[in-house]
């Protein structure tokens, strides 16, 4: 076992994880732009007024979202200074999967196409062909509206 951080490290960790965006995956960007669509907005939020939520990234006109699932590991340094690795996922507990569910259940009853990758659908392509098929889509919904 690792040595066990103060308690003012852990929480210096998490604030530095929360702000954190994460860059959108090279191979889905690149997809996209070749598509002929603009690259997405991070960490936009989208809200009911009793809740704020946020996509990784979202194509705003089209009403796209891509949310990378799984965990991630990240360097972060502490207040003490100590560098780290921490593993960084809400999808492995129960309240973090239910929380989820709320959230991409309103996304699509608020209109959101939301596509759900993991580390590996990013890695072997499958999540750059389903976000340009999900912004082709929503292209032509909008013009037959």
């Known amino acids: 076992m690792g040595m066990k951080l103060p308690r003012t490290c852990s929480a210096a960790i998490r604030a530095q994880v929360a702000a954190t965006p ?7 960007l690149a ?12 960490e936009h939020e989208f809200m009911l007024p009793e809740r704020k939520w946020r996509f990784d990234w979202a194509w705003l006109p089209e009403r796209v979202a891509l949310e990378r699932e799984g965990g991630d590991f ?3 340094t502490c207040e003490c200074g100590r560098t780290r690795t921490v593993f960084v996922s809400r999808h492995h507990s129960r309240d973090g999967l239910e929380a989820d569910l709320e959230k991409y259940n309103t996304a699509a009853i608020m209109g959101w196409i939301v596509i759900r990758a993991t ?6 392509g499958l999540a ?3 976000i340009v098929e999900a912004l082709r889509y929503a ?6 509206a």
Do not use: C, H, M, Y
């Not at 994460?22 to 889905?28: C, D, K, M, Q, R």
């Not at 997809?31 to 991070?42: E, I, K, N, W």
């Not at 580390?119 to 072997?124: A, E, G, L, R, T």
């Open 128 to 130: 750059s062909i389903q």
């Open 74 to 76: 990240r360097r972060v």
């Open 31 to 42: 997809a996209v732009l070749a598509a002929g669509f603009d690259r997405p907005t991070s």
């Open 139 to 144: 292209t032509r919904r909008s013009k037959l």
């Open 119 to 124: 580390p590996v659908s990013i890695k072997n």
């Open 22 to 28: 994460e860059p959108i995956p090279a191979g889905v």
